[in-house]
């Protein structure tokens, strides 16, 4: 069974940084995309930024020289560090992975999520 566990969320001031992480754990066989998204109440959910196996990454121009996306792949980690938040940031984070799991069989799992509160 394969398992994503966010962490770092948390209350934060506008203009302040936190620092989100993701670790997978489990069976895995190997990692493709990693990302995360957000959902603000009564909005729909949306990407923030995706991370390749190879590093190449993309983002939401809302977020673009804010927040920084990047991965550990020895640890099966990836990483979200939100500069400059500002109160639209307040949203709930989820993990977003694409993998093959140890019977070779893909999978595309989400995160419980973690709750990112910006005060004005």
């Known amino acids: 069974q394969v398992q994503l566990v966010e962490s770092g969320g948390g209350l934060v001031p506008a203009g302040g940084s936190l620092r989100l992480s993701c670790v997978v754990s489990?069976?895995?066989?190997?990692?493709?995309?990693m990302g995360w998204y957000r959902q603000a109440p009564g909005k729909q959910r949306e990407l923030v930024a995706t991370?390749?196996?190879?590093?190449?990454?993309n983002g939401a121009d809302s977020v673009k020289g804010r927040f920084t996306i990047s991965r550990d792949n020895a640890k099966n980690t990836v990483y979200l560090q939100m500069n400059s938040l500002k109160p639209e940031d307040t949203a709930v984070y989820y993990c977003n992975v694409d993998l093959l799991n140890a019977l070779r069989v893909r999978l595309t799992l989400w995160g419980r999520g973690t709750q990112v509160t910006v005060s004005s």
């Open positions: 991370i390749t196996s190879g590093g190449g990454t």
């Open positions: 489990g069976s895995i066989f190997s990692i493709n995309a």
